[in-house]
């Protein structure tokens, strides 16, 4: 039994991506397995980290019955004990949950309990997963994931880089569109000149250096950029020494086309000084 042995738990709502995640994380060379009762996770884990071969491994459980998550809350006191433990929840509105199983034409887990009522039925697992989502180092709110971004998000957080290091993610967003759910840190940027109001700016994105130059040359932008620098240059090695896994930042304009990718891709640059795994995610371009 190692205890450097890194075993990540993936659970979250039905439909929120726990297949795409595992598939992902076997990619990545992590061993593998899903739907294990909690009773039998210690024993399998142990047998698992007898083989040299074996060094992360990932355990997809879906607990829907309150025996299971009693038996799961002793099986987490033991493992953060004797391993390096992670929990990773997996959650989506619940629109776009209905979607997806719309789009399987598969019924929800717990559909038959509550009389067909798929609303309900989610509504009684979120209460069940409660008490896990509280205990989670991550959660992922996949809802604006395709089953191809979603998978290369899990490959940036988890795939094959050190599971000590603090992984930032920097989302660039509109806020007419809403908020990202569970951002750690919020840099609005709305004050700042607007490209949407240039003609020739205004079908480009901020991706695009015209685009860009015009938004981070002004002084405006140039002096609030020197805020953020100092603010993460003293947040980032507190975060690492604190043990703090993963670091999620939002960065908001109105629409999420011009300012916000412009100023993301500028902090991202920043933040990669510092010798972290970064990943941008631009969800309105």
Known sequence: MSSKTFVLIVTGMSGAGKTVTLRALEDSGYFCVDNLPPSLIDDFVKLTTKSAEVGSIAIGMDVREKSFLSDLESTLVHLRKAYTLQILFLEAETDVLIRRFKETRRPHPLQKLHDGNMVKAMESEGALLKPLRNEAEMIVDTSAYTPHQLRTHITSLFGGVSTSSLKVTLISFGFKS???????????????????????????TGLDKSVSDYVIENH????????????????????????????????????????????????AAFISKHSLNVEIVHRDI
């Open 178 to 204: 809403g908020t990202p759910h569970h951002l750690d840190m919020l840099f609005d940027v709305r004050f700042l000149a607007n490209p949407h109001f240039v003609e020739n700016l205004r079908p480009l």
């Open 220 to 267: 405006v932008t140039v002096e609030y950029l020197k805020k953020i620098e100092d603010l993460l240059d003293f947040l980032i090695p507190n975060y690492i020494k604190e043990g703090k896994s993963f670091l999620t930042i939002g960065i908001g304009c109105t629409g999420g086309r011009h300012r916000a990718p412009a100023i993301t891709q500028k902090v």
